[in-house]
């Protein structure tokens, strides 16, 4: 009969153990999966932007945010905004 308590233990905490791997594994899946559509590091790197003097397109990284626009360069920016 001690044996049948001990076996009922075991199996009690085994099943915790394995619905507790599958929830975190589903966690991990349905995190990974809304990761996908936002994880575009990539893409906004690559979109380009024109300038509002010269309409030059550049990376929006290398473009130079202004209060009327954004511009290729400093000089345009001044040129620009004063
Ligand atoms: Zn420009």
Redesign the pocket.
Known sequence: MKYLMVLVIVLVGLWFWRNNRRAALRERQSRHATARPDASPAQAATEMVA??????HLPRPDALPGHRGI???DA?RRQAEG
């Open positions: 300038c509002a003097v010269c309409s030059v511009y290729c360069s345009h």
